[in-house]
């Protein structure tokens, strides 16, 4: 992804890696701990976060796990994200509702917006139909990111997801995350 | 050992720690001895108590943190054992209150009852001090050793069935108020900022 920024009064188009962009935007949130399980689409992302020395990096092997290790931060008070699939939310949505429902708890979720009109992979066109339905049977918020200029409002939606007391959906889509079609 | 035995003898020594229990037995006990709000008793996301306690211990690094779990708990995420031998937590300790059977839904039967080895299991995850405690004097002797080795340790109490188990929960708040009473515990005890200064 390219930027242009002005240096010594000329306007130079500069490379930016947009996980470099998100991984900035979550720590200026205050994000200091990530639990991740690895989705193609988001791999970039979750090595961004591992090579970052002050983020605490739990890789899990079911993402409820991410979920509730979220959970359990908040009360060390340490602001959390958990990076999962789409194809994981659906399977940690019990546990999103019976943890995190029941007790008013936030937790703040990166999630890859798979089976997008965009995504021709075969396994994940439930997921592309059914997810935020899901979500919205659950009255769990979400917002989709789909261009470089929205990923400076990831701050503003991590405050108003603890505000919100409930688990929370930022959907990263293909085309921001510059990958091809497939 | 009668679980309450048990947790009696937990109770004895649990000096700072901050105590996390799965949903079940284990949560209704701990309360019963301790009525402590220190502890965190989860209401659902049966087998997700041990991910939450890791995710409390590592950003508590200085306290202590246990979780009571139970083997129908952890029956339902196995998994949590690579995910914490995988963070080697130095200030967890994983107890596990192991009746055979789904006690809280009228003592049903418990997968594979009398073929799993728990303490194995852990150790082959990666947690290396694991082990298996039979009666409440042998966890008296145990808990020393217990409190000063560094985690992760996991510990399988083997507990009776009780067929006159508490039915009801017996704590006298719920849900959001638990969040609120823990997280206040938590600020008042280490200090830290869980909410924000309007509350949230």
Not at chain 2, 114 to 143: P, T
Request: charged share 25%.
């Amino acid at each position: 992804m390219s930027v242009r920024r002005r240096e010594g009064g000329v306007q130079v188009l500069q490379t930016v890696d947009v996980n470099d962009q998100i991984h900035a935007q979550l720590v200026k949130a205050g994000v200091r701990l990530a639990a991740t399980l690895p989705d193609d689409w988001l791999n970039g992302l979750i090595r961004r976060v591992d090579r970052d020395n002050d983020m605490r990096h739990i890789p899990v092997g079911r993402e409820a796990e991410a979920i509730a290790i979220c959970a359990g931060a908040f009360f060390g008070g340490v602001r959390s994200a958990a990076i999962i699939g789409n194809t994981g939310l659906l399977t940690c949505t019990g546990e999103m509702a019976t943890l995190c429902l029941r007790h008013a708890i936030p937790v703040f979720c990166v999630v890859s917006e798979r089976g997008s009109i965009d995504d021709h992979m075969i396994y994940q066109e439930v997921q592309g139909r059914r997810t935020i339905p899901l979500l919205q049977a659950y009255d769990f918020p979400y917002r989709i990111i789909d261009s470089a200029d929205e990923i400076e409002t990831i701050p503003d939606a991590y405050e108003w997801h603890r505000l919100q007391k409930r688990p929370f959906v930022l959907f990263l889509t293909k085309k921001l995350l510059g990958l091809k079609k497939s | 050992m009668k679980t309450n035995e048990a947790m009696k003898v937990l109770a004895a020594y649990r000096g700072d720690a901050v105590v996390v229990c799965a949903l079940g037995t284990a949560a209704n006990e701990w309360w019963a001895v301790t009525r402590s709000e220190d502890s965190f008793y989860m209401h659902g996301a049966m087998g997700f108590a041990a991910s939450f306690a890791l995710g409390l211990a590592v950003t508590i690094p200085d306290t202590p943190v246990w979780v009571l779990n139970s083997d129908g708990s952890l029956s339902m995420n196995l998994g949590c054992l690579l995910t914490e031998a995988g963070q080697q937590p130095k200030n967890l300790k994983h107890f596990v209150v192991d009746n055979q059977c789904y006690q809280t839904v009228s003592n049903m039967p418990m997968v594979n009852r009398d073929g799993a080895d728990y303490a194995a299991i852990a150790r082959g995850a990666g947690i290396h001090r694991a082990i298996s405690i039979d009666n409440a004097a042998e966890l008296e002797r145990k808990m020393p050793e217990i409190n000063a080795a560094p985690g992760p340790y996991f510990i399988r109490l083997r507990v009776d069935a009780e067929p006159d188990y508490r039915r009801p929960p017996p704590f006298s708040y719920e849900g959001p108020e638990m969040k609120y009473r823990f997280g206040r515990a938590m600020e008042k005890k280490l200090g830290i900022k869980v909410f924000g200064p309007t509350g949230f």
